[in-house]
């Protein structure tokens, strides 16, 4: 068996997928090709070259963030969405992923609500668990840079969602561009999920902020997403270190 023959085998797990950063080239001539015979006006004027980003990528972060504009163009519909969640499982699938945890922040689009967003999600999430061997599960996001009333209509579609769907919606998580917000604008929401046995991920120490990433450590989430700025050799300090240590929160996602 060749190496790469054996690494699609190898079984694996996949925790930082985010929906629309996940969407392959192929998927996303899918979803245009969807838009464009179903007479919906395309307007992701997308670059494929633009869209991927690899090592070596010349792009800050804000510039990386301007990118999920494009995938979140092509899902705007609940008929793309839910053709952009199976074709990223399948994908997944195939390439060996035995368990993946997708994660998307519920929008409002002049397609659908918020509510139907999610509700797209999970059910095709179940049609996949269903018809494939991958177990998916949904990560409710939460971004940062929206105002503090969005968070919590997202957190009550979690709660809600959780309690429907225990099996497919696990977590709730903060994410987005980590220059914008205040973290502790967001507790009040957290802790209501926590309490209603939501698990919590959050995004953490993505750039150099040694008063957040320990207010973040404090909160115990049950997961730390990046955490690259913690130990003191990378923007971090003794102080993020220690506290990471001590608390003993996995850091899963990279």
Avoid at 177 to 186: L, M, Q, S, V
Avoid at 201 to 225: A, Q
Wanted: hydrophobic share 35%.
């Amino acid at each position: 068996m060749d190496m790469h023959t054996f690494c699609r085998k190898l079984p694996k797990i996949e925790l930082h997928a985010h929906l629309n950063g996940s969407l392959s080239k192929s998927t996303m001539l899918h979803l245009k090709r969807y838009f464009a015979d179903s007479g919906f006006e395309d307007k992701s004027n997308i670059f494929f070259d633009e869209f991927q980003i690899g090592a070596g990528d010349s792009r800050n972060l804000s510039d990386c963030f301007q990118v999920f504009s494009i995938a979140h163009s092509l899902t705007s519909t609940p008929e793309a969405l839910e053709m952009a969640t199976q074709m990223t499982l399948e994908e997944f699938n195939d390439d060996g992923c035995c368990y993946v945890e997708l994660r998307s922040t519920p929008r409002d689009t002049p397609y659908m609500t918020k509510h139907q967003y999610i509700d797209t999600i999970v059910k095709s999430m179940q049609k996949i668990n269903a018809r494939l061997s991958i177990i998916s599960r949904f990560v409710v996001s939460v971004n940062r840079s929206h105002h503090v009333s969005e968070a919590e209509a997202i957190t009550n579609l979690a709660i809600e969602y959780n309690k429907k769907y225990p099996d497919i919606v696990v977590g709730l998580e903060l994410s987005g561009e980590p220059t914008i917000g205040r973290f502790e604008d967001f507790v009040p929401s957290f802790v209501r999920a926590k309490e209603c046995g939501l698990k919590i991920s959050l995004h953490c120490g993505e750039i150099c902020n040694s008063e957040e990433v320990i207010s973040m450590l404090n909160f115990k989430p049950d997961r730390i997403g990046h955490g690259t700025c913690i130990h003191p050799s990378h923007g971090g300090t003794e102080d993020t270190w220690a506290t990471l240590c001590k608390i003993k929160t996995p850091v899963g996602e990279l």
